[in-house]
């Protein structure tokens, strides 16, 4: 039979109290996989607020779900957060580097370096801290699937985001040295890169009416992608489905790197 069938595995998933890592932490509860769900904490409790909800969700599909507050750029507060997940799960198989941030928009010579770093130290450095901690374990359970949600900007260039872009190139290249390092040690690890997902993330875009004709206009499918439909390919992914794929970033874009404007003529 084919299914996606994660009962019993232990998820850890980044930036999981919003947008995609909400959707991904519901695919792989639904799958059957137990989830810690990882948030920044926020002075004003939303962030938390907003986490709850995302393991209460969870709870009611009849998974263990546990919330874990780090700030993913910080290497101490990534090990801390492992330290709790061994406690309360006993270990990890599968870890979902979803966390980012777009960034500040800038041109280069008009941007201002802090924010510039702040996306590669959260897109980039955060992969790689959690990825660490993953792997401590993972090498020595011999088994565990990491998924890094890349971006289709991790080869399409995008001017006043240039620290994104880059984050998002090298996450990739992240992900095809890890699994080079790892295929024989009975770990998988890919990358999901995906298109215009309708999140708060780009909110400002599909909230008004120019910037979102605009955007249609980059996407052949003609329409925004789901959150749910980065869930799903991540759930399937993270899954023995998948059992002989490691290193590739699976593009879920409706088709936004097919270059749309050569769509006629050229
Ligand atoms: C960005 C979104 C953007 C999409 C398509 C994603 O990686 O986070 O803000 O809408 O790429 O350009």
């Not at 980039?124 to 949600?149: P, Q, S």
């Amino acid at each position: 039979m084919i299914t996606i069938d994660l009962k019993g595995r232990r998820a850890l998933v980044t930036g999981a109290s919003s947008g995609i890592g909400a959707a991904i932490t519901h695919a792989l509860a639904e799958a059957g996989a137990d989830v810690a769900v990882n948030y920044l904490s926020d002075p004003t409790g939303q962030d938390a607020a907003a986490a709850a909800k995302v393991a209460e969700a969870a709870r009611a599909l009849g998974v263990r779900a546990i919330c874990v507050a780090a700030d993913i750029s910080d290497a101490g507060q990534v090990e801390k957060m492992f330290a709790t997940i061994d406690q309360e799960f006993g270990g990890i198989d599968i870890l979902v580097n979803n966390a980012g941030i777009d960034g500040v928009a800038a041109r280069c010579w008009e941007s201002d370096p802090h924010n510039w770093y702040r996306v590669i130290q959260i897109n980039l450095f955060g992969a790689y801290h959690c990825a660490r901690e993953a792997l401590k374990r993972m090498t020595v359970a011999r088994h565990g699937v990491i998924v890094n949600i890349s971006s289709v900007h991790e080869s399409i260039p995008w001017s006043g985001y240039s620290a994104y872009t880059c984050s998002k190139a090298a996450l990739a290249m992240l992900t095809q040295t890890l699994a080079q390092e790892t295929a024989d040690l009975g770990i998988r690890v890919l990358g999901v890169a995906p298109g215009a997902i309708k999140t708060p993330i780009n909110e400002s875009v599909w909230n008004n009416p120019d910037t979102l004709k605009d955007l249609l206009r980059k996407i052949p499918s003609n329409r925004m992608g789901e959150p749910s439909e980065i869930g799903r390919m991540v759930a399937l992914l993270a899954s023995d489905m998948a059992s002989y794929v490691t290193g590739p970033s699976l593009l879920v874009d409706g088709g936004m790197v097919l270059y749309p404007s050569f769509r006629h003529g050229g």
